[in-house]
């Protein structure tokens, strides 16, 4: 949005459109402390018992809070999803863009960290423990493995670990890695 002058008008203007849309609207990149600056002036202007004014300044506050309010929840929700798909937003300001960034890197770092061990599966790796002597022998992969004596830890192709364990000779178990 280009430069313009704040009047109460723009600033209720600016509150209706977040108001109305899901996004972002575009505002002014200085907008809030071109408001700040209006905010005041109108108070130094103002005289002591001048109730109109003061109840436009009063006005005025609380539609920019509202503003503030709409706009840093927007780009919370925005955020959020720039982590999960990378999305960047529009009419952000230079200060909106500078909280947007850090918000989204802090998001993508602890999705990162939670969803490691969670999403990413970890493989299983089927092994034996030997409960006797075994000596050395050719697997069916046609390398050879042992010998091994009893309490030995070893992985060998799933075909010849399953005979062992039938045959009472070995016991399996799984390690994830």
Request: aromatic share 8%.
């Given at each position: 949005?280009?430069?313009?002058?704040?009047?109460?008008?723009?600033?209720?203007?600016v509150q209706r459109e977040e108001q109305r849309q899901p996004k972002l609207t575009s505002i002014p990149e200085?907008?809030?402390?071109?408001?700040?600056?209006?905010?005041?002036?109108?108070?130094?202007?103002?005289?002591?018992?001048?109730?109109?004014?003061?109840?436009?300044?009063?006005?005025?506050?609380?539609?920019?809070?509202?503003?503030?309010?709409?706009?840093?929840?927007?780009?919370?929700?925005?955020?959020?999803?720039?982590?999960?798909?990378?999305?960047?937003?529009?009419?952000?300001?230079?200060?909106?863009?500078?909280?947007?960034?850090?918000?989204?890197?802090?998001?993508?770092?602890?999705?990162?960290?939670?969803?490691?061990?969670?999403?990413?599966?970890?493989?299983?790796?089927?092994?034996?423990?030997?409960?006797?002597?075994?000596?050395?022998?050719?697997?069916?992969?046609?390398?050879?493995?042992?010998?091994?004596?009893?309490?030995?830890?070893?992985?060998?192709?799933?075909?010849?670990?399953?005979?062992?364990?039938?045959?009472?000779?070995?016991?399996?178990?799984?390690?994830?890695?």
């Amino acid at each position: 949005m280009e430069e313009q002058t704040i009047t109460y008008e723009l600033i209720r203007k600016v509150q209706r459109e977040e108001q109305r849309q899901p996004k972002l609207t575009s505002i002014p990149e200085n907008f809030f402390e071109s408001v700040a600056k209006y905010l005041q002036q109108k108070k130094q202007l103002t005289l002591r018992d001048d109730r109109k004014t003061a109840l436009e300044i009063k006005n005025v506050e609380r539609l920019v809070e509202d503003i503030f309010n709409r706009r840093e929840r927007k780009i919370l929700n925005l955020s959020i999803i720039a982590a999960r798909t990378g999305m960047k937003p529009e009419n952000l300001t230079g200060e909106e863009k500078a909280f947007f960034d850090e918000l989204t890197n802090i998001l993508k770092k602890r999705r990162g960290k939670m969803l490691e061990g969670t999403l990413k599966e970890k493989e299983l790796v089927p092994m034996i423990v030997f409960k006797v002597d075994v000596p050395a022998f050719v697997g069916i992969d046609g390398n050879t493995y042992g010998p091994f004596k009893s309490g030995d830890i070893a992985r060998i192709p799933e075909e010849n670990m399953k005979v062992f364990v039938e045959k009472g000779m070995a016991e399996e178990f799984k390690v994830s890695v």
